[in-house]
Nanobody, 126 residues
């Protein structure tokens, strides 16, 4: 069983920053694509940012220029640096992994991901 553990969420004021971390626990599993997703109350889960084994990244338009996804392959840890946070970024943030590369808009679609973490809450106040 592959387990993912997110951390780093919290409450910040508008304009603040947070750094989320996601650790993949099973060392025999090699996640090729890692994604960060978020879900606000009453809304569908949406893709925020993804990165694959080549370091290729994708971002949803609303976070471009503000969020940065990165990874430490040796530690099987992915990060999401979130700057200039806005109240509309408030959501539960999840990381997820897929065992192959994804292409185009598929990178940000949650249905392609195999394993998910439990999520970490991010709340941004105005």
């Amino acid at each position: 069983q592959v387990q993912l553990a997110e951390s780093g969420g919290g409450s910040v004021q508008s304009g603040g920053s947070l750094r989320l971390s996601c650790v993949v626990s099973r060392h025999t599993y090699n996640p090729i694509t890692v994604g960060w997703f978020r879900q606000a109350p009453g809304k569908e889960r949406e893709g925020v940012a993804t990165i694959d084994d080549r370091g290729l990244t994708s971002y949803t338009d609303s976070v471009k220029g503000r969020f940065t996804i990165s990874q430490d392959n040796a530690q099987k840890t992915a990060y999401l640096q979130m700057n200039s946070l806005k109240p509309e970024d408030t959501a539960m943030y999840f990381c997820a992994v897929h065992s192959a590369r994804l292409y185009g808009s598929g990178r940000l679609l949650p249905q392609y991901y195999d394993y998910w973490g439990q999520g970490t809450q991010v709340t941004v106040s105005s």
